[in-house]
């Protein structure tokens, strides 16, 4: 099956504005548009710059948008897709070559909800241990693999980029509703905030955008309920 | 090179927070209240009493209907919430919108004043009326 890959590319050092180039790739309909794109790289053009690593969708690296919407390359079969595919970085991050962006602004927001155990009990000797149920409360909100392709498909994160964005409540969420963690009042006091959840404008872009099929919108309105139930 | 950046305005280390959330949950009450109350006016103009009818063009009847109405304080009541619900419900709208799209300093003072004052005068004037109106 042959292919046009349509792919917006920007060399800083050279262009002075991002420009489309075209590839034509002979592929199979079950291969992914990453395999489009590793054949491009490695076949036809090896100055095309793109993140991968894990290619099974787990690392969360190669979040693009294809076709207007953002997905991961190693998760969208070619087939899927059609025979004309247009390819361009994920919006609302500063372009360091062709399809990598600088993700340092996402993981800075993502470092601030503080994504990591906050428990100042004495150390325990056995594990800590929670039961189905405690756990089921955010079992969603772990699945996520930080692939920004929630917060730079989200208009408010497009039109200020001081907003915190859905991936880092996502995190926020799944550690203020862990019942082994003691951070969740810190942690809602810090996205109690106009550039915090209050941004949210419950668009859902987030949700279609989510390659981990996380509830996105349904963790932001429990984090504003326990925000609300905090204070009133 | 990226900027540094804190995702809080003027780079409080720690948010002020309170107020955007009670602004929120004004949005979510206010705007059902809005619902039922708009739907309800226009049950009582429309339905039952059709003021369309009323009206014999010199629009006698229909200054007479708002007389009868406004004799109680029910019904000044009623429009005052329905007043104030929709201006800071309407306003805090705009406000939003300034909030996303206006990132100059100088623009956003300009703009949320316009705002705040807006709201003030149109509850003043509104607010006059509703209770000073003599039937
Ligand atoms: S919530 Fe989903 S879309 Fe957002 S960063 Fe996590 S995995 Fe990616
Ligand atoms: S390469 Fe790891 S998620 Fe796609």
């Known amino acids: 099956m042959k292919v046009t890959y349509k792919i917006l590319r920007f060399d800083p050092e050279k262009d002075k504005k991002p420009y489309f180039k075209d590839y034509d790739v002979e592929v199979e309909p079950t291969d992914r548009i990453l395999d489009g794109l590793n054949i491009i790289k490695w076949y036809q053009d090896s100055t095309l710059s793109y993140r991968r690593s894990c290619a099974h969708g787990i690392c969360g690296s190669d979040a693009m948008e294809i076709n207007g919407v953002n997905k991961l390359a190693c998760k969208v079969l070619i087939q899927n897709v059609g025979s004309h595919i247009t390819i361009k970085p994920i919006r609302g991050l500063r372009v360091i070559k062709d399809l990598i962006v600088d993700m340092e602004p996402f993981f800075e927001k993502y470092r601030s909800i503080k994504p990591y155990l906050i428990n100042d009990d004495s150390l325990p000797t056995h594990e800590r241990l929670q039961s189905v149920e405690d756990r089921e409360i955010f079992d969603d909100t772990t699945k996520c693999i930080l692939c920004a392709s929630c917060t730079s498909s989200c208009p408010s994160f497009w039109w200020n980029s001081m907003y915190l964005g859905p991936s880092a409540l996502v995190q926020a969420h799944r550690f203020i509703f862990d019942s082994r963690d003691h951070g969740a009042d810190e942690r809602l006091e810090i996205v109690n905030d106009l550039n915090g959840i209050w941004r949210c404008r419950t668009i859902f872009n987030c949700v279609d955008a989510c390659p981990r099929e996380i509830k996105i919108t349904k963790a932001i309105e429990e984090l504003k309920r326990a925000l609300l139930h905090k204070h009133l | ?135």
């Not at chain 2, 229909?62 to 109405?69: C, G, I, P, S, W």
């Not at chain 2, 005052?80 to 705009?94: C, E, P, Q, S, V």
């Not at chain 2, 799209?101 to 705002?115: D, P």
Request: net charge positive; proline share 1%.
């Open chain 2, 1 to 135: 090179m990226w900027k540094k950046t804190t995702f809080s305005v003027g780079g409080r280390a720690k948010p002020a927070g309170g107020f955007e959330m009670y602004s929120w949950y004004f949005m979510r009450i206010s705007g059902v209240v809005l619902l039922l109350m708009a739907l309800g006016h226009l049950f009582i103009m429309h339905v039952y009493f059709n003021v369309d009818e009323m009206v014999n063009w010199d629009g006698v009847g229909a200054a007479e209907f708002v007389k009868q109405r406004f004799e109680g304080i029910g019904w000044r009541a009623y429009d005052f919430i329905l007043l104030t619900l929709a201006l800071f419900h309407g306003l805090n709208g705009i406000k939003w919108l300034v909030d996303d799209y206006v990132h100059s300093k100088c623009w956003r003072l300009f703009l949320v004043s316009a705002i705040y004052t807006l709201a003030f005068i149109f509850y003043v004037v509104g607010s006059i009326f509703l209770f000073s109106y003599n039937a």
